[in-house]
């Protein structure tokens, strides 16, 4: 790890490296700031001396849906700054102002209304930047990026803005502290800028300087704001200590008591350097957070949540490094830093606790230094430390642990090339209770490369990891028999060592790819990832020992015709194998997404896969590889106009396999509703009916020693309904309802024995199950929960904020499939014991 990193600090002051400087800029796409003596006053008016004094810019072109179109109405612009703050006002030309919506939003949601987006690249490194953005109602959203075009819409800069209808159309002034971008020291400054404007009942969208939509990248396409003299970049300090009072249900002798929590903690922001700044948090809590969705996983992998919560989202493009990512796989999950393992719900906790167990592990405190210096060295490094945790009888059910994450990636030729370095690393402090069950130490360290060539249109990439985890030879066992590796497959190559104290692994992922240019795009790749890989300390991977080869081609339709907008055609072609070979997968996928020209979209695809003799070695859960069939999998997509005030949306996907044995249909309807300027909700179901052939059901040993691999046909409903309502009084102060009931139910029967697993013919893989004590009495299910949030969120100062939040959850499993209705169900589920938190939260931002 050390070793990476003196490498790329090594870099930094190499003569002749290419530099993360910037290339040179057209003269149509430079513009000047004005000094403003005396500061503006943020009000949507442009009277105050210093709009008179700016130049203003012009030449704005659209890029959306046609590129490098003369627009429908005009956009001026001027910048202006002093030593304290950047200013930028934009006037929108519009003939029929009375047509331009104002529509409310809790701020970071965009609405179905114009928006003009300020764009700044401070580093001037073509790499990275800040996005401002407002509504004509002066709803504020915001955005981070990072490697040229990851926007990140967790990050909540302190800024001001106001806007303005009038006659002419509307406007819009801001204010940007420079405390909130990142730039180095210097007596001149030139930023990269640039700013985009949304004309929304046209879906027009008109920008300056003109980006292009089919050349890859976003910081790297904006112009230039020089004339900055002056600036000084302060050695930042904001601190945001919050009191917390919360209420929660807990389980006592037979009843519930509702103990009252009084905690209280501290967030802070450092400016350690003009380029690197510390981000802490003591004794956070996310109260806040909406709650997850509620799921029930029958798979043999985990579930995969995504993150919500601020410390962890913000910045985090600069901590991400994902594995397993192609265009034919879903890169939005796998990675090696996976912040929900921070703070998670405690790992013994069915072992050694009971309903009034912590549900999540606290997170004692955490701190992030990210940054990037002026050589085009990006730098991101996080530790966090969490407490123990007990469950009954003062038995440990999460230690203390340490986690760490450093990334750290080099650009070079003005952005052009990069190579980036990860190491991650958890310590856990083992007892008598987990150290038989939990790994005590892992640590994970990869390299990536990235070379972009011939006008940056195509680039190679490539991604190495190294892993290793230690511990007693217990939790070594169990992680070489858990569902990422099954070592114990009894017809597989690997062999299961009770004796390991510590096992390793490793990754290697080589991509090329189109980039830019012309209509087509694409992307081939090769992955493959050893056994004893394991990441899912610090990170989330599915399985290990798994190699595969995919190739994916886009066109792209991107003038509007009679019938479209635009449109995309995407084929996909997929081939998996274990690491020996064992094949896993071949497929072949297309799917089209378009645009009509009404503003709906249309998407429609599907998957022909299971092509030749291929096998799934996790079915068995452990056992050998069964071999699998062909299956299809069409889907279809149906997205109303946004504009409306109501619109629809409706998704369905099915899937056939095992020559029609096993079947699943998922429907998905959504309609939003847009009742005023300040009320929104939405109302979206669910409905999933599963028939499956060969759902695991369980092993089982018998008493001469043999372990029998079961399967069972599923009869599976599951459904739930998802509600939102939104009040926005003001872009300050909301109201926000979010409600999800949830069933699933399913009945097992034919009960069958795999002893045959790679029989040509489906039947010939299975008997029936001999033992009556399993086989007699199939197991049923009926889950049920409800998840609910209520958060009033009012930002009575910038930065400083007031919540209020209460959170509502029932459960309720049974073991019999019932006969009553969904709704009969539901009625079930409200019956039960319900468990309320309230939550009040305030916080006092600092700047100084």
């Known amino acids: 790890?050390?070793?990476?990193?003196?490498?790329?600090?090594?870099?930094?002051?190499?003569?002749?490296?290419?530099?993360?400087?910037?290339?040179?800029?057209?003269?149509?796409?430079?513009?000047?700031?004005?000094?403003?003596?005396?500061?503006?006053?943020?009000?949507?008016?442009?009277?105050?001396?210093?709009?008179?004094?700016?130049?203003?810019?012009?030449?704005?072109?659209?890029?959306?849906?046609?590129?490098?179109?003369?627009?429908?109405?005009?956009?001026?612009?001027?910048?202006?700054?002093?030593?304290?703050?950047?200013?930028?006002?934009?006037?929108?030309?519009?003939?029929?102002?009375?047509?331009?919506?104002?529509?409310?939003?809790?701020?970071?949601?965009?609405?179905?209304?114009?928006?003009?987006?300020?764009?700044?690249?401070?580093?001037?490194?073509?790499?990275?930047?800040?996005?401002?953005?407002v509504n004509p109602a002066g709803v504020k959203r915001d955005f981070s990026i990072a490697n040229d075009s990851h926007e990140d819409a967790a990050w909540d800069g302190i800024w001001d803005a106001a806007t303005r209808v009038d006659s002419l159309g509307w406007t819009a002034e801001f204010r940007i502290?420079?405390?909130?971008?990142?730039?180095?020291?210097?007596?001149?400054?030139?930023?990269?800028?640039?700013?985009?404007?949304?004309?929304?009942?046209?879906?027009?969208?008109?920008?300056?300087?003109?980006?292009?939509?089919?050349?890859?990248?976003?910081?790297?396409?904006?112009g230039e704001i020089d004339g900055l003299v002056g600036l000084s970049s302060p050695r930042r300090l904001e601190v945001?200590?919050?009191?917390?009072?919360?209420?929660?249900?807990?389980?006592?002798?037979?009843?519930?008591?509702?103990?009252?929590?009084?905690?209280?903690?501290?967030?802070?922001?450092?400016g350690v350097s003009s380029n690197l700044t510390l981000d802490g948090t003591v004794n956070p809590d996310f109260g806040q957070v909406e709650a997850d969705p509620a799921v029930l996983n029958l798979s043999a992998f985990e579930t995969f949540f995504q993150e919500r919560r601020p410390f962890f989202t913000e910045g985090s493009g600069l901590l991400s490094f994902p594995v397993n990512c192609f265009a034919v796989r879903d890169c939005g999950q796998e990675n090696l830093f996976y912040s929900r393992r921070i703070g998670r719900s405690p790992s013994l906790r069915d072992d050694y606790g009971d309903a009034s167990s912590p549900t999540g592990t606290t997170i004692l405190g955490a701190a992030k230094l990210t940054g990037r210096t002026p050589g085009g060295l990006s730098l991101g490094v996080i530790d966090a430390v969490t407490g123990r945790e007990e469950g009954t009888l003062g038995r440990t059910i999460e230690p203390r642990s340490n986690y760490t994450v450093v990334r750290a990636t080099?650009?070079?030729?003005?952005?052009?090339?990069?190579?980036?370095?990860?190491?991650?690393?958890?310590?856990?402090?083992?007892?008598?209770?987990?150290?038989?069950?939990?790994?005590?130490?892992?640590?994970v360290g990869g390299l990536d490369f990235r070379h972009r060539f011939w006008r940056s249109r195509y680039e190679f990439g490539a991604r190495v990891v190294e892993s290793r985890v230690t511990g007693d030879a217990a939790a070594i066992a169990a992680t070489q028999l858990n569902a990422v590796h099954y070592f114990q497959r009894p017809d597989g190559p690997l062999r299961f060592d009770p004796a390991r104290t510590s096992l390793g692994g490793n990754s290697q992922e080589f991509t090329f790819d189109k980039v830019g240019g012309s209509r087509l795009r694409f992307q081939t790749s090769y992955q493959r990832v050893s056994a004893g890989f394991e990441a899912n300390d610090l990170g989330y991977i599915r399985r290990a020992d798994w190699q595969s080869q995919a190739t994916w081609a886009q066109l792209a339709f991107q003038r509007p015709t009679r019938l479209f907008r635009q449109m995309f055609w995407n084929m996909n072609q997929l081939q998996e194998w274990t690491a020996a070979g064992l094949p896993l997968d071949r497929m072949f996928n297309t799917n089209i997404h378009a645009s009509l020209r009404n503003n709906m979209w249309i998407h429609l695809g599907g998957t022909w896969g299971g092509l030749g003799d291929v096998f799934c070695d996790r079915c068995a859960r452990g056992g050998p590889a069964m071999r699998t069939g062909q299956y299809l999998a069409p889907w279809m997509g149906i997205e109303g106009d946004s504009r409306h005030a109501v619109v629809p949306y409706f998704f369905a996907n099915y899937f056939r396999a095992d020559g029609g044995r096993t079947r699943n249909l998922n429907l998905s309807p959504t309609v939003e509703f847009r009742i005023s300027s300040r009320w929104t909700s939405s109302i979206g179901a669910g409905y999933n009916w599963n028939r499956d052939d060969r759902q695991w059901y369980g092993n089982y040993e018998d008493p001469a020693g043999a372990t029998h691999y079961t399967f069972a046909h599923l009869e599976q409903q599951t459904a739930y309904l998802t509600a939102r309502l939104n009040y926005t009084a003001s872009p300050t102060l909301s109201l926000q309802i979010y409600a999800q009931p949830f069933v699933s139910k399913g009945q097992y029967s034919n009960i069958r024995d795999l002893t045959a697993p790679r029989a040509a013919a489906f039947d010939d893989r299975f008997i029936p199950y001999a033992d009556p004590a399993v086989a007699g009495n199939p197991a049923e299910f009926n889950v049920k929960q409800f998840r609910s949030n209520v958060v009033a969120r009012w930002e009575y100062r910038p930065g400083s904020a007031l919540f209020v939040v209460w959170q509502q959850g029932r459960q309720d499993n049974e073991t019999a499939y019932g006969g009553r209705t969904f709704g009969g169900d539901l009625r079930q589920l409200f019956q039960a014991h319900a468990d309320n938190t309230l939550l009040v939260k305030l916080s006092y931002w600092l700047d100084r």
Do not use: C
Request: glycine fraction near 10%.
């Open 1 to 133: 790890m050390f070793a990476a990193l003196a490498l790329l600090g090594l870099l930094q002051v190499l003569p002749g490296r290419g530099g993360s400087g910037p290339a040179a800029i057209p003269a149509s796409t430079k513009a000047t700031a004005a000094l403003a003596v005396r500061p503006p006053v943020i009000d949507g008016r442009d009277d105050d001396d210093v709009w008179r004094q700016a130049i203003v810019i012009s030449g704005f072109r659209e890029f959306d849906p046609v590129t490098d179109k003369e627009p429908r109405f005009r956009t001026e612009a001027r910048v202006a700054f002093d030593a304290r703050h950047l200013y930028v006002f934009v006037r929108m030309f519009d003939p029929e102002p009375s047509r331009i919506l104002k529509l409310l939003a809790r701020r970071d949601t965009r609405t179905g209304s114009d928006q003009i987006k300020i764009i700044v690249d401070s580093y001037h490194d073509r790499r990275s930047g800040y996005e401002f953005a």
């Open 177 to 222: 502290p420079l405390s909130q971008l990142r730039f180095g020291s210097a007596d001149v400054h030139t930023f990269g800028f640039g700013i985009w404007r949304d004309i929304d009942r046209y879906k027009e969208r008109v920008g300056w300087p003109l980006y292009r939509r089919n050349d890859a990248g976003l910081a790297s396409q904006l």
């Open 410 to 443: 080099q650009d070079f030729r003005h952005g052009e090339s990069g190579l980036g370095f990860i190491g991650t690393m958890v310590n856990r402090s083992p007892d008598q209770w987990t150290a038989g069950q939990l790994r005590t130490g892992a640590l």
């Open 240 to 270: 945001s200590p919050y009191a917390v009072t919360k209420n929660v249900t807990l389980p006592q002798g037979a009843g519930y008591a509702h103990p009252q929590r009084l905690t209280g903690g501290v967030d802070f922001k450092y």
